[in-house]
C-alpha cells in the first residue's frame, strides 16, 4: 500500500523536493524497516499462541518470559525510531513564513505585536516607521508560525526607503502565507499578490474606528477584536495548503497513526506481562500492534500467522 501511493506521489510531484520524498518511499523508505520489524513480532506472536493452543504438541516450546520481555522492549525501541524517522521526514525545514504588508500606516507593527503579545516593533503615527523587517515566532492555534512585520508599500523617495522596499519585496516572496494589511475604511488597492489562494489573507485593520467589512478578517490591535479569528485562518490556509501541495502528506499522516497505536500496543502487552504475565492476554496486544503494522505495510494478521504457526512447528502434518 505504502509503495502503491508512493508511485501516486511520483506522478504528482510538482517539486523536487517532493519528487525526492516520493522516490526515497518507493525505494523502500519505511515499508521494509516496518517488514521487519513485523516479522520479528509475528515470530514472537506465533510462539506465544503455539504455547497456547497447541500445549499438548511435543515439538512446540512456549516461549520464557525473559526472552518475551526481551523482544517486546526491542520491538517497542525499534517502533520509537521508525516514529522518530517519519516525524523528521514529515516536518519542513521551518516553521511557515507569515509576512504582514500593506500600505504605510495600516497598523501593520500594532498588529504584529498584538499577535505576539509584546511591543517590540516600533508603532508610531508617522508613515514610514518600519523600514528594516521584523521576524519572531507566533504561536497560532498550535502551529508555530514565523510572523514578519515589513515596511509599508510606497515609491522609495530615498537610499533607505529603495532597501526598506527590496527587503519587503523579498520578505513576501519568501512568504508561505502573506497578510494583506489595510485599514477596515480604506478599499484594498494593490493588485493582488500572485500565488494560491491560500497564499493570501485579506485583513481589516483598526476596526475599532469603522465599521467592519464583511469581505476580509476585521481586526483591531487596539482591542483585539478579530485576533482569535485571524490566528485560525492563517491555520487554516496554512494547512489547507500543506495538504494541496504534499500529495504524500495522507499516507505520513496515516503511517504516524498506526506506528503510534503499534507502539500503544506494545507498552500495553509489556505492561501486561509484568503485571500478571497472562500469555493470552499479551498475545491479544500483541496482535493489535501487528494489525496497525499491517495496516501500513498492505499485509493480513491472521493467516499470516496461521500459516507461520504450521510451517514452524510442522502441527497437522
Ligand atoms: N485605533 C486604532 N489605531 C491603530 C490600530 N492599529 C494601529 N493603530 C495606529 O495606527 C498608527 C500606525 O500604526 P503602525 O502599526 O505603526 O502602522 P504600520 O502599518 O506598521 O506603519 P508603517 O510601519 O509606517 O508602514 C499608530 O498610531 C497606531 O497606534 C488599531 O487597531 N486601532
Ligand atoms: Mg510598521
Redesign the pocket.
Known amino acids: 500500500l505504502t509503495r502503491a501511493e508512493a508511485v501516486l506521489g511520483v506522478i504528482d510531484s510538482r517539486t523536487p523536493e517532493q519528487l525526492e520524498a516520493a522516490l526515497r518511499q518507493l525505494a523502500g523508505g519505511l515499508a521494509g524497516p516496518i517488514r521487519q520489524l513485523r516479522e520479528r513480532l509475528l515470530d514472537l506472536l506465533a510462539h506465544l499462541e503455539a504455547g497456547l493452543d497447541f500445549v499438548d504438541e511435543e515439538d512446540v516450546d512456549p516461549i520464557g518470559r525473559a526472552a518475551l520481555t526481551r523482544e517486546l522492549s526491542a520491538a517497542a525501541v525499534t517502533l520509537e525510531c521508525l516514529a522518530a524517522t517519519l516525524r523528521e521526514r514529515d516536518s519542513p525545514a521551518g516553521p511557515p513564513w507569515v509576512v504582514l504588508t500593506g500600505p ?7 498588529l ?1 505585536n498584538a499577535l505576539l503579545g509584546d511591543g517590540r ?4 503615527p508617522v508613515p514610514g ?2 523600514t528594516d523587517y521584523l521576524s519572531a515566532p507566533c504561536l497560532c492555534d498550535g502551529l508555530t508560525v514565523e510572523l514578519v ?4 508599500i510606497e515609491p522609495a523617495a530615498n537610499m533607505i526607503g529603495t532597501a526598506a522596499q527590496a527587503r519587503r519585496a523579498e520578505q513576501v516572496r519568501r512568504a508561505d502565507l502573506v497578510l494583506e494589511c489595510v485599514p477596515c475604511d480604506v478599499p484594498p488597492t494593490g493588485p493582488p499578490v500572485p500565488g494560491p489562494f491560500s497564499y493570501l489573507l485579506r485583513v481589516a485593520t483598526k476596526c475599532d474606528l469603522a465599521a467592519a467589512p464583511c469581505d476580509r478578517i476585521a481586526t483591531s490591535a487596539a482591542t483585539g477584536e478579530g485576533l482569535d479569528t485571524l490566528r485560525a485562518a492563517i491555520t487554516a490556509a496554512l494547512r489547507s495548503q500543506a495538504a494541496e501541495s504534499d500529495p504524500l502528506s495522507a499516507t505520513g499522516a496515516r503511517c504516524r497513526n498506526s506506528l503510534r497505536r503499534a507502539g500503544e500496543c506494545l507498552r500495553s502487552a509489556g505492561e501486561t506481562l509484568a503485571a500478571c504475565g497472562d500469555d493470552a492476554l499479551v498475545a491479544f496486544d500483541l496482535r493489535q500492534s501487528l494489525e496497525e503494522l499491517g495496516r501500513v505495510v498492505g499485509a493480513v494478521v491472521t493467516d499470516d500467522i496461521l500459516d507461520r504457526i504450521f510451517r514452524k512447528f510442522c502441527i497437522g502434518k
Do not use: E, L, Q
Not at 104 to 110: D, E, I
Not at 149 to 152: F, M, N
Open positions: 504605510p500606516n495600516a497598523g501593520k507593527s500594532r504584529f516593533a516600533i508603532v508610531s516607521t518600519t512585520d515589513t515596511a509599508g
